[in-house]
């Protein structure tokens, strides 16, 4: 896990993406709410809406002791999850079971200082098409 975390901090200082397994990650020169603010604006500036943010660093915060874990995974973590009409409809007509990608997810977490702003992968073809839009939003909310 520190190597990952490491590896994102390079290669954000160098501005190039971080694929870890399945996600790709970038650093952002803001602080947490300015990026969140940043990731906000990038997906509702494209037209789309967001159905939900989960404060998933909350919740992994407040349940931590519950569960019997002392460690501290992030200072703050959101996952932002919205969908695309026009495109989703264009992944799903090429195979209707794309539908277990959506609603699409984009990330912003603060750890060790640095704050990242990332996505899930998806698989080639014609999920993409989201990938690109992922890429781009995540891209505008890093300041990259």
Known sequence: MMTRILCTLAAGALALPVMAADV???????????????????????????DYVSHTGEMLNRTGEDVGSEVKLFEAADIYLFCSALLSREVMEDDPMNIGYCPYGVFVAER???????YRN???????????????????????
């Open 122 to 144: 998806y698989p080639d073809g014609a999920m993409q098409k989201i990938q690109a839009l992922l890429d781009e939003i995540a891209r505008e909310a890093a300041g990259q």
């Open 24 to 50: 790709t990650t970038y650093i952002s020169d803001s602080d947490f709410e300015d990026t969140a603010f940043g990731l906000e604006s990038a997906i509702v500036g494209r037209g789309l809406v967001i």
């Open 112 to 118: 060790d200082g640095a704050v990242m702003v990332g």
